[in-house]
């Protein structure tokens, strides 16, 4: 497991809340901010292959995001939620755990932000938990039903807390970080938190599609897309995947889609190219 690595995808600021990879040293101090992980006893990927993250603001506007799991490593997947206005609460969190696009677990939560405090909310997906109904205003947790709404949330202290109550690997250190200074093995001038050549882990390369990578607590990002590209579906894994030149439903820039019938040549719709 690598810190912020497992659940690859960037979605951009939006409105009053932003879903963000983590924080940065120099902004913890002032940064409002709920870190979510979710660690699972199911198999991955036989038995759970992507985790879902939901997150409704108290105006009702929802945000989404999917993480794929290709293997035990890609666990705790976590998302940072970033307050940047508007009421600090309270926010519906639901994640859920999927096979082949079909829900196999969820779990739900109600949260609200302290300001300028970073905090953790674990929301573990366990097996003991499929099929489970708790009563009203409840939900299934690795301890049975509990309240959906939580209080009391520990500060986040950059390790993410496993199911079983660990923090990062059993010798309390996040990985790679063999000596708990922040750098890993690679030597002091090499920092895993912020180096896309080795993001999370030594020698573990971020790569963008038409783009520029970039690590951000341990996890890999794009910096920036090249000309004419853009990263349209908000998923880190293949890059910056749309073409404006030529993408019928984002022609010269994202989500503006030509009618029906229709094609993308140079950034603009015509009926042929």
Not at 101 to 127: C, D, K, N, W, Y
Not at 190 to 198: A, F, G, M, S, V
Request: glycine share 14%; net charge negative.
């Amino acid at each position: 497991m690598a810190l912020m690595r497992s659940l690859r995808y960037w979605v951009r600021p939006i409105a009053v809340l932003a879903l963000l990879a983590a924080f940065t040293a120099c902004q913890k101090e002032e940064r409002t901010e709920v870190v979510v992980v979710v660690d699972s006893d199911y198999a991955v990927p036989t038995e759970l292959d992507a985790v879902v993250v939901e997150v409704v603001d108290p105006d009702g506007g929802l945000q989404r995001s999917i993480g794929n799991l290709a293997g035990p490593e890609d666990l705790p997947a976590m998302v940072g939620l970033v307050h940047e206005g508007g009421p600090l609460g309270p926010y519906e969190i639901v994640a859920v755990g999927r096979l082949a696009g079909e829900s196999v677990v969820s779990r739900r939560a109600l949260f609200t932000f302290i300001e300028r405090q970073i905090l953790s909310l674990p929301m573990h997906l366990v097996r003991s938990c499929e099929g489970e109904t708790c009563p009203t205003g409840q939900t299934c947790t690795e301890d049975g039903c509990a309240d959906e709404e939580v209080s009391g949330l520990r500060v986040w202290s950059g390790s993410p807390e496993r199911l079983g109550g660990g923090d990062g690997d059993a010798d309390g250190d996040v990985d790679g970080d063999v000596d708990g200074d922040g750098d890993g093995d690679c030597g002091p001038e090499i920092d895993l938190q912020t180096d896309p050549e080795n993001c999370g882990e030594c020698g573990y390369a971020c790569e963008v599609a038409n783009g520029t990578p970039g690590c951000e607590a341990g996890a890999c990002t794009i910096d920036s897309c090249n000309e004419g590209f853009d990263n349209c579906n908000f998923n880190v894994d293949d890059g910056c995947e749309a073409d404006l030149s030529s993408d019928a439903a984002n022609c010269n820039g994202c989500g503006l889609s030509c009618r029906a019938g229709r094609v993308c040549c140079d950034g603009e719709c015509a009926d042929s190219c």
